[in-house]
C-alpha cells in the first residue's frame, strides 16, 4: 500500500494554512526576482502562481509577453496588466515558472491538481529555463498517487480500464483544451518506468510525472528561508 501522504513528506511539514500560503508567497517572490523586461514568460496554474502573478504585478515591468496554461491564469495575468500571447507567437521562451504538488528527492514532479498539466508540460519544454515554486508540504520522500491523467473524451473509459487503478475526476472537470481528467491511483514505484506505461497507453493525452530533466530549478520555502535544488535540465 502507497504510504500516507503525512507519512512521505518532508521535514518540516507547515501545517497552518497561513503558514502554507506564506511559503508559496515567498517561493514565488524569489522567481518573480528572476524575470526581467524583454523576457518572454511561461506562467503555471494553481494558487502558487497567483502569488507569482501578484509578485510580478508589484515589479513593474513593462516589457514582459506571457503565456497561459489556463484561462485562469490568463485572466489574473491580464487584471495583473501583463501581456499574454499563444504560445506559437512567442516561440521559444526565456523562463518558465510554475506550481506543483509534489517534489521528490531526485527532482520528479507530480503536477496536474489544476488540470492544466498538458499544457504545463508544453510550457515548461518550450522554455529555457523552467524555475518551480513550492511550499515545504510539497516535498515528499517517495512520489505517490493521485497521479493526475489527461485523457480524451473518446473512450475514457476504455483508457482508464487498460491503465487501471485510475479513476476519472467530475463530469464537469476538464483540461484547458476539453479534455477528461482523471487520477492514476496505482503505486508509483519507478516514476520513469510508469511515465513511459502512462505515455504509451492510447488515450492519454498527458500526465502529471514531469522528468528531472524538465526542470532547472526548485524554489522551496520552509519555514526557516527558502532553499533552492538544482534541477535536471542543461542550463542553456
Ligand atoms: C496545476 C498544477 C499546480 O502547479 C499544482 O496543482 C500546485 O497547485 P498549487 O500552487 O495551488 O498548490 O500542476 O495543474
Redesign the pocket.
Known sequence: MAPSRATARQQPVATDVEEVERQ?SAAATVAAGEVRDGMRLGL??????VHLLRALGGRHLTDVRCVATSPATELAARAMGLTVCELDELGELDLAI????QVDPAGWLV???????TR?KIVAAAARRFVVIVSAEKTVRELEPPVPLEVLRFGVMRTLATIGDARVRAAQESSPDGNAIADYLGPVGDPRELSARLSGTPGVVEH?LFAPELVSEIVIARQDGVEHRAGGKPAV
Open positions: 508559496k503555471g496554474t494553481g494558487s502558487t502562481v510554475d506550481g506543483a504538488d503536477k496536474g491538481g489544476g488540470a492544466a498539466l504545463e502529471g
